[in-house]
């Protein structure tokens, strides 16, 4: 497919383990940024890479989580140490290029986080 | 601190009618805004966009209008389909940040027959 495509679909994690959550971009797509969303919320920024570089992390809420992008395709969200406030859906969202006003965000189908 | 607002929940038309999604921003410095549809376990999906230097845009049954005076969009979906049934989230972006996003807490659109 052309699409994002993020795995796991869906994670259950005790509190207190570490997960990984996986964005596979469009290929080819410059820029990728990491969402989360709470239910019955909209999805909040958390970070932002152009190719492998992390521009922008600002929206990180904790230094529990991480975020890599080593060879500027495929990137990694970590949660370190798992919260009940850490359930949420992660969304991905891939873009051609560096420019939001002519480019599109498209995102994945994201992963369901469950901390128990 | 909100900066995209969606105030109205949910809305019901019946299918053929105008469907109206309201959206109102605080922050003067996003320059583009966009609307996107989300259906149950899927991510949301791109629908039409507005540069701030535009009052509107339309895309077949979808249009966009911006009132930057008022920092007021809506988006009318003209004729409802029962498929048009999902979330709607409005977004903004702005230069800063790789232009990221700022998203408004989604409308439940309803098309009944």
């Known amino acids: 497919g052309a699409g994002v495509s993020q795995s796991p679909r869906y994670k259950v994690a005790k509190r207190g383990q570490d997960v990984a959550l996986r964005c596979d971009p469009i290929?080819?797509?410059?820029?990728l940024f990491w969402y989360q969303q709470a239910l019955g919320q909209g999805p909040e920024f958390l970070t932002y890479f152009q190719n492998e570089a992390q521009l922008d992390k600002s929206g990180l809420p904790s230094d529990r989580f991480f975020a890599e992008r080593p060879e500027g395709s495929v990137s990694t969200l970590k949660i370190q140490r798992t919260q009940q406030e850490d359930s949420a859906v992660y969304l991905c969202?891939?873009?051609?290029?560096?420019?939001?006003?002519?480019?599109?965000?498209?995102f994945g189908p994201g992963t369901r986080l469950t901390v128990l | 601190d909100q900066q995209v607002k969606q105030n109205s929940p949910s809305l019901s038309v019946q299918e053929g009618r105008i469907s109206i999604l309201n959206c109102d921003y605080t922050n003067s410095m996003f320059d583009y805004f966009l609307w996107y549809k989300k259906y149950p376990a899927e991510g949301p999906t791109f629908l039409i966009s507005?540069?701030?230097?535009?009052d509107k845009n339309e895309d077949g049954r979808f249009t966009v209008f911006l009132n930057k005076s008022a920092k007021h969009l809506s988006l009318h979906i003209v004729p409802s389909q029962p498929g048009d049934s999902a979330v709607y989230f409005c977004a903004a972006g702005g230069k800063g940040g790789g232009n990221k996003l700022t998203f408004g807490t989604g409308t439940q659109l309803k098309v009944e027959l």
């Open positions: 290929s080819g797509h410059v820029s």
């Open positions: 507005i540069s701030s230097i535009k």
């Open positions: 969202a891939s873009r051609l290029g560096t420019s939001g006003s002519t480019d599109t965000q498209y």
